[in-house]
Protein backbone atom coordinates (compact mmCIF):
# COMPACT_ATOMS: atom_id res chain seq x y z
CA UNK A 1 0.00 0.00 0.00
CA UNK A 2 1.30 3.46 -0.79
CA UNK A 3 0.01 6.91 0.03
CA UNK A 4 1.98 9.67 -1.61
CA UNK A 5 1.20 13.15 -0.75
CA UNK A 6 1.85 16.31 -2.65
CA UNK A 7 1.08 19.67 -2.99
CA UNK A 8 2.41 21.16 0.08
CA UNK A 9 4.91 24.40 -0.11
CA UNK A 10 5.72 27.95 0.99
CA UNK A 11 2.39 30.27 1.28
CA UNK A 12 1.58 33.64 2.34
CA UNK A 13 -1.18 34.02 4.79
CA UNK A 14 -4.07 34.14 3.31
CA UNK A 15 -3.14 32.47 0.60
CA UNK A 16 -4.58 28.90 -0.60
CA UNK A 17 -2.96 25.30 -1.47
CA UNK A 18 -4.83 22.07 -2.43
CA UNK A 19 -3.18 19.01 -1.23
CA UNK A 20 -3.24 15.67 -2.94
CA UNK A 21 -3.06 11.86 -1.95
CA UNK A 22 -2.49 9.01 -4.41
CA UNK A 23 -3.47 5.90 -3.35
CA UNK A 24 -2.14 2.59 -4.64
CA UNK A 25 -2.12 -1.51 -3.42
CA UNK A 26 -5.63 -0.93 -1.61
CA UNK A 27 -9.16 -0.68 -2.92
CA UNK A 28 -9.51 2.82 -2.31
CA UNK A 29 -13.39 3.39 -2.61
CA UNK A 30 -13.65 0.65 0.41
CA UNK A 31 -11.44 2.83 3.30
CA UNK A 32 -12.46 5.72 5.16
CA UNK A 33 -9.85 8.79 4.44
CA UNK A 34 -8.62 11.18 6.57
CA UNK A 35 -6.21 14.70 6.46
CA UNK A 36 -3.94 14.42 9.54
CA UNK A 37 -1.19 17.25 10.15
CA UNK A 38 1.24 17.78 13.00
CA UNK A 39 3.26 21.27 13.57
CA UNK A 40 6.86 20.92 15.31
CA UNK A 41 7.03 20.12 18.92
CA UNK A 42 2.91 19.22 19.19
CA UNK A 43 0.81 16.08 18.65
CA UNK A 44 -0.52 14.71 15.70
CA UNK A 45 -4.40 16.00 15.20
CA UNK A 46 -7.14 15.11 12.94
CA UNK A 47 -7.80 18.06 9.98
CA UNK A 48 -10.20 16.78 8.06
CA UNK A 49 -11.84 13.09 7.87
CA UNK A 50 -14.59 11.57 4.91
CA UNK A 51 -16.34 8.62 4.52
CA UNK A 52 -15.51 5.92 1.83
CA UNK A 53 -18.63 6.94 -0.42
CA UNK A 54 -17.96 10.71 0.17
CA UNK A 55 -21.07 10.85 1.78
CA UNK A 56 -20.30 12.39 5.09
CA UNK A 57 -17.13 14.87 6.21
CA UNK A 58 -16.21 16.14 9.33
CA UNK A 59 -13.27 18.95 10.32
CA UNK A 60 -11.22 20.16 13.07
CA UNK A 61 -13.33 23.50 14.14
CA UNK A 62 -9.55 25.37 13.33
CA UNK A 63 -10.01 24.92 10.24
CA UNK A 64 -14.07 24.77 9.50
CA UNK A 65 -15.05 27.27 6.61
CA UNK A 66 -11.61 27.31 5.42
CA UNK A 67 -10.47 23.70 4.41
CA UNK A 68 -12.38 20.96 2.24
CA UNK A 69 -11.86 17.64 1.89
CA UNK A 70 -12.67 15.44 -1.02
CA UNK A 71 -12.18 12.61 -3.25
CA UNK A 72 -12.03 10.97 -6.49
CA UNK A 73 -12.68 7.46 -6.07
CA UNK A 74 -11.92 6.50 -9.79
CA UNK A 75 -9.16 8.48 -9.56
CA UNK A 76 -7.81 6.81 -6.14
CA UNK A 77 -6.98 10.03 -5.07
CA UNK A 78 -7.43 12.19 -2.05
CA UNK A 79 -7.86 16.08 -1.85
CA UNK A 80 -7.65 18.99 0.76
CA UNK A 81 -8.38 22.36 -0.68
CA UNK A 82 -7.12 25.15 1.97
CA UNK A 83 -8.41 28.58 1.70
CA UNK A 84 -7.78 31.73 4.08
CA UNK A 85 -4.42 29.73 5.17
CA UNK A 86 -3.15 30.99 8.66
CA UNK A 87 0.53 30.84 10.43
CA UNK A 88 -1.07 28.55 12.88
CA UNK A 89 -1.57 25.69 9.73
CA UNK A 90 1.48 25.55 9.27
CA UNK A 91 3.09 21.99 9.61
CA UNK A 92 3.43 18.57 7.70
CA UNK A 93 0.18 17.24 6.50
CA UNK A 94 -0.66 13.37 5.97
CA UNK A 95 -3.14 11.16 4.65
CA UNK A 96 -4.63 8.60 6.14
CA UNK A 97 -6.87 5.58 4.76
CA UNK A 98 -8.54 2.92 7.37
CA UNK A 99 -11.27 0.15 7.22
CA UNK A 100 -12.34 -2.77 9.27
CA UNK A 101 -12.96 -5.74 7.38
CA UNK A 102 -14.33 -8.84 10.21
CA UNK A 103 -13.05 -6.60 12.96
CA UNK A 104 -9.49 -6.81 11.75
CA UNK A 105 -8.51 -3.20 11.75
CA UNK A 106 -6.35 -1.99 8.41
CA UNK A 107 -4.37 1.84 8.94
CA UNK A 108 -2.15 3.12 6.49
CA UNK A 109 -0.14 6.75 6.67
CA UNK A 110 1.72 8.66 3.95
CA UNK A 111 4.76 10.06 3.73
CA UNK A 112 3.62 13.79 4.65
CA UNK A 113 4.06 16.84 2.95
CA UNK A 114 5.13 20.03 4.50
CA UNK A 115 2.67 23.24 4.06
CA UNK A 116 4.67 26.48 5.56
CA UNK A 117 2.59 29.94 5.56
CA UNK A 118 4.57 32.76 6.29
CA UNK A 119 5.14 35.98 4.84
Known amino acids: VQLVESGGGLVQPGGSLRLSCAAS????????MSWYRQAAGKERELVAA????????NYADSVKGRFTISRDNAANTLYLQMNSLKPEDTAVYYC?????????????WGQGTQVTVSS
Open 50 to 57: ITSAGGST
Open 96 to 108: NARRRSLGVPYNY
Open 25 to 32: GLTFSSYD
